[in-house]
């Protein structure tokens, strides 16, 4: 478990990433950054009032995970997430109706790889390069 000292610096690190991203892309979202260890992934976007407030966010991070990350790799990662936040529309309309099992199968086989190559596109043409990683 990160210290809250850790915490507060990838916090911070997050917030600018976000910030350069959003300037760099033009993306108007309302996001707020919280830290939170419970799905273990490095990071994840959810809507916090859907339909109500369409442009309104919440980017988790896990300081644990993204310690390591260096600057462009932290920016490709919110990329990846806000291409999550601006299809939610998409992912709303497809996933009605379907059982939970069906859900997951349609986020794995259609969504994630779409995202990832949006975001390799994207990476590649707004910060110059794409890690890769």
Do not use: C
Request: proline share 5%.
């Amino acid at each position: 478990m990160p210290s809250a000292a850790q915490i507060a610096r990838e916090r911070e690190r997050v917030r600018r990433a976000l910030a350069y991203v959003q300037r760099r892309l033009g993306i108007a979202l309302d996001v707020r950054v919280e830290h939170e260890t419970r799905d273990g992934n490095e990071m994840a976007i959810y809507p916090r009032d859907w339909p109500r407030e369409p442009r309104a966010f919440t980017l988790d991070f896990n300081a644990s995970f993204i310690v390591d990350l260096s600057t462009q790799e932290l920016r490709e990662n919110v990329i990846h997430e806000l291409l999550h936040a601006l299809t939610w529309p998409l992912r709303e309309f497809a996933m009605k109706g379907l059982s939970e099992r069906a859900a997951d199968e349609w986020a794995d086989r259609i969504e994630e790889p779409v995202i990832r190559e949006l975001t390799r596109i994207v990476a590649t043409h707004a910060l110059g390069r794409w890690s890769q990683r």
